[in-house]
């Protein structure tokens, strides 16, 4: 089955510099993935996602993602940060890499994101 | 709005009782799905559904009980047997592929 891992546990950026959080998973084909994003007790919000075709793919509130075949990675970005970014964000994927609808997903551990003024 | 909510936000509960979490969706999805998240540990899911009348065990689903008798509603019932309750409920539905979470709800057990 499908395992994800994001490596940094924390991160910290000072405003208006860029922010690059790193995932990776296991399974070898091209796997569909997802980038979520949480505030301190609230529910997860939906950041982008990657199917198939390009690549790089745009998402909310001004946040990218590059899939990379070769490294087993989607990493996430944003050129600059604001301070409402401060937030935790999850990697996730489902069983397989498989579209499918009602698929279980496999989580990141997250990445705690903490802006300096 | 379609959407899912989670009630109540904050619970508190005496060890050994009982207690059910709510959570409804108006987004006609046919799957949804109970995660538990502490600090540091990211999300655990507990259980889900794929659809009515029909449901799965996550990976920790000792302890909790669900049921899945109308597409809109999963409630989840965290029995006396759960060792550790204390936690953040999470709520997701999907119809295609991603999944949707409501606001969650924080179940504090003394």
């Known amino acids: 089955a499908q395992s994800v891992t994001q490596p940094d546990i924390h991160i910290t950026v000072s405003e208006g510099a860029s922010l690059e959080l790193r995932c990776n998973y296991s399974y070898g084909a091209t796997p569909y993935l997802f980038w979520y994003v949480q505030s301190p007790g609230q529910g997860l919000q939906l950041l982008l996602k990657y199917f198939s075709g390009d690549t790089l793919v745009q998402g909310i509130k001004g946040f990218e993602a590059e899939f990379k075949r070769s490294q087993s990675s989607f990493n996430l970005r944003k050129p600059s940060v604001h301070w409402s970014d401060a937030a935790e964000y999850f990697c996730?994927?489902?069983?397989?890499?498989?579209?499918?609808?009602?698929?279980?997903?496999?989580f990141g551990g997250g990445t705690r994101v903490l802006v300096k003024p | 709005d379609g959407g899912i909510t989670q009630s109540p936000k904050y619970l508190f509960r005496k060890e050994g009782q009982n207690v059910t979490l709510s959570c409804e969706q108006n987004?006609?999805?046919?799957?949804m799905y109970w995660y538990r998240q502490d600090p540091g540990q990211g999300l655990r899911l507990i259980y889900y559904s794929q659809i009515v009348n029909d449901f799965q065990k996550g990976d920790i689903a000792e302890g909790y009980s669900v049921s899945r008798e109308k597409k809109e509603s999963f409630p989840l019932t965290v029995t006396s047997a759960q060792k550790n309750p204390t936690a953040f409920y999470l709520c997701?539905?999907?119809?295609?592929?991603?999944?949707?979470f409501g606001p969650g709800t924080r179940l504090t057990v003394t």
């Open positions: 987004l006609n999805h046919d799957a």
């Open positions: 996730a994927v489902p069983p397989y890499g498989v579209k499918a609808a009602g698929n279980k997903l496999t």
């Open positions: 997701a539905s999907s119809g295609s592929g991603e999944q949707y």
